[in-house]
């Protein structure tokens, strides 16, 4: 009996005696990694594991990257770490070594411009019963802020060219690539104007050749999702006359009708071209300053041509028609005023300023009131229409006839106030001056002298 209770008893005792743990649990998080399970348990155990972590940085700047291995929630010292990027090849090795007494290994890893490309993975290798451990993530950076300069003179004299330089740069590296350079002139919105191409140092140039003031300014694109778009501060670039401009005396009436400034030259010189009269032109001519009974027909007539000063200090491009006897005269004598710096205000052709019914040809009171040099013109004399204007045969010429005015029969034109001032360069009184020479050397004759101060013939 005392024996059949101690057996009971041992039985007993044993059923109720704890069982030994055999396995460890794992757990995987964000930049973090595990091994393999190591057996089957009834109570779970944290299993070794990799954690990533790195500060957002900029694009080709290396980061801190900090790879800790723990195991059981406890740093493990003294493991192997091999640290690999992404790259277009496959996984490449960048760093490796051996976790601190914290567990951990920092190694300086370059960011790439392309996110994909700043995947980087861990891995631990297996130390007695530890397993290998791999774990990955992808390093973050801040798009980079362009900086953006424009360099350009203040000014440039007209015709001439002007070099615009521009730099750049991300955080102080340079950018190679292109920009755009966009220019804006007075009443009109921003255009482009061509590009400038950084190289390895991010500066580049483009030569420009402005004609007006203009303001220019650089923009970027923005360059995948590493480097945001730029632009630059405007710039402005005066465009300055060639010649010094008239500036009237004190009190001096200006023209009464008004025309638009002709072109630009864009060729250098004078640069006189000398055609017979073109079809568009010729029907702009008849029934204005070509009409049946004059002299001379078209095929007597020429076209010219020409480049001048303008008072405005700038070349422009203009045009009068001739007689073909006379029109090589007339271009010879202008383009000499036009090497010496010698202004008109304007050269268009008299047909522009329509018929007056008064004088039966163009209108020659518009063309005198617009400063208007002009020679071919079928009318009457101003002043005395019935008699045939020596216009009308194309063989002369009227000069700046504003500031050279007219005595008629029926008063001065087109205004008095000229009558008794000159100027050295566009106002003459006397055959002394050199605008009255030149036409002289070139044979045109200043014929009645003060009386008619803007006229010469051929």
């Known amino acids: 009996m005392h024996v059949l209770v101690t057996l009971v008893l041992a039985v007993l005792l044993g059923l109720l005696a704890p069982t030994p743990a055999l396995a460890a649990g794992s757990g995987v998080g964000s930049g973090t990694g595990s091994g393999s399970h190591r057996g089957t348990a009834h109570r779970a155990e944290a299993a070794p594991s990799l954690t990533i972590s790195a500060p957002i940085g900029w694009p080709d700047r290396e980061v801190p990257v900090r790879v800790?291995?723990?195991?059981?929630?406890?740093?493990?010292?003294?493991?192997?770490?091999?640290?690999?990027?992404?790259?277009?090849?496959?996984?490449?090795?960048?760093?490796?070594?051996?976790?601190?007494?914290e567990g951990a290994v920092v190694a300086p890893v370059?960011?790439?411009r392309t996110p994909f490309y700043d995947d980087v993975r861990a891995t631990a290798a297996a130390a007695g019963e530890r397993p290998a451990v791999t774990a990955t993530a992808r390093l973050r950076f801040r798009p980079r802020t362009p900086r953006v300069l424009l360099q350009a003179p203040r000014s440039v004299v007209d015709e001439r060219t002007v070099r615009l330089v521009g730099t750049w740069t991300a955080g102080g590296d340079p950018v190679d690539g292109s920009m755009r350079v966009e220019q804006r002139r007075a009443g009109e919105g921003w255009r482009p104007a061509g590009w400038i191409r950084t190289g390895a140092d991010g500066v580049g140039s483009l030569t420009l050749r402005p004609r007006v003031d203009t303001r220019y300014r650089l923009r970027t694109a923005a360059r995948g999702s590493w480097l945001l778009a730029g632009r630059s501060a405007e710039r402005l670039v005066d465009n300055r006359p060639p010649f010094?401009?008239?500036?009237?005396?004190?009190?001096?009436?200006?023209?009464?009708?008004?025309?638009?400034?002709?072109?630009?030259?864009?060729?250098?010189?004078?640069?006189?071209?000398?055609?017979?009269?073109?079809?568009?032109?010729?029907?702009?001519?008849?029934?204005?300053?070509?009409?049946?009974?004059?002299?001379?027909?078209?095929?007597?007539?020429?076209?010219?041509?020409?480049?001048?000063?303008?008072?405005?200090?700038?070349?422009?491009?203009?045009?009068?028609?001739?007689?073909t006897g006379a029109i090589r005269r007339m271009a010879a004598a202008l383009a000499d005023m036009h090497d010496r710096g010698l202004p008109l205000r304007s050269l268009y052709r008299v047909d522009r300023f329509g018929w007056s019914a008064s004088l039966r040809g163009a209108n020659d009171h518009r063309s005198m009131a617009a400063d208007n040099t002009s020679a071919f013109n079928c009318r009457g004399v101003v002043g005395n229409p019935g008699v045939r204007s020596p216009h009308s045969s194309g063989r002369a010429l009227d000069v700046n006839p504003w500031e050279n005015p007219y005595r008629s029969r029926r008063g001065v034109v087109p205004n008095t106030w000229w009558l008794a001032r000159s100027d050295a360069r566009y106002a003459w009184r006397s055959r002394s001056h050199v605008v009255v020479r030149i036409m002289a050397a070139h044979g045109l004759r200043w014929t009645y002298g003060n009386g008619d101060t803007q006229h010469f013939d051929v």
Do not use: K
Request: overall charge positive.
């Open 68 to 101: 800790v291995l723990s195991d059981g929630g406890q740093p493990v010292p003294g493991a192997a770490i091999v640290l690999e990027r992404r790259t277009p090849e496959g996984w490449r090795q960048v760093a490796e070594g051996v976790t601190d007494a």
């Open 110 to 112: 370059l960011l790439d």
């Open 244 to 323: 010094a401009p008239v500036v009237p005396p004190a009190g001096a009436p200006r023209p009464t009708v008004s025309v638009p400034v002709q072109p630009r030259a864009d060729r250098p010189g004078a640069h006189p071209v000398i055609t017979s009269i073109p079809d568009a032109v010729w029907r702009d001519m008849v029934g204005r300053s070509w009409h049946r009974g004059c002299p001379v027909g078209r095929s007597g007539l020429r076209l010219l041509r020409i480049n001048y000063v303008g008072f405005d200090g700038y070349r422009h491009r203009g045009e009068l028609v001739a007689a």
